[in-house]
């Protein structure tokens, strides 16, 4: 994420599409669904801590942690 600082304050700016480092992934639900749309950053690299995987489960909405990594090594 690109940081930037103006009238006193730290803020972070999402990476553009053309950064390469990261994909922004965006989940739109189905009229019948009662969630709210989604927007996943996720870095492009090899690996991945597990603080920013816990990130990730977090904003994907997910609601356990271990089911979440086993799906990922199942699906990569």
Not at 3 to 23: C, F, I, M, W
Not at 34 to 44: F, G, I, L, N
């Amino acid at each position: 994420m690109k940081n930037y600082t103006g009238a006193g304050e730290r803020r972070e700016l999402p990476p553009r599409p053309d950064d390469g480092d990261h994909l922004i992934l965006k989940w739109e639900p189905p009229a019948n669904h009662d969630s709210e749309t989604r927007t996943v950053v996720v870095p492009a690299h090899d690996s991945v801590s597990i603080g920013t995987l816990r990130d990730i489960d977090d904003d994907a909405g997910a609601e356990d942690f271990e089911s979440f990594c086993e799906w990922i090594d199942q699906n990569a």
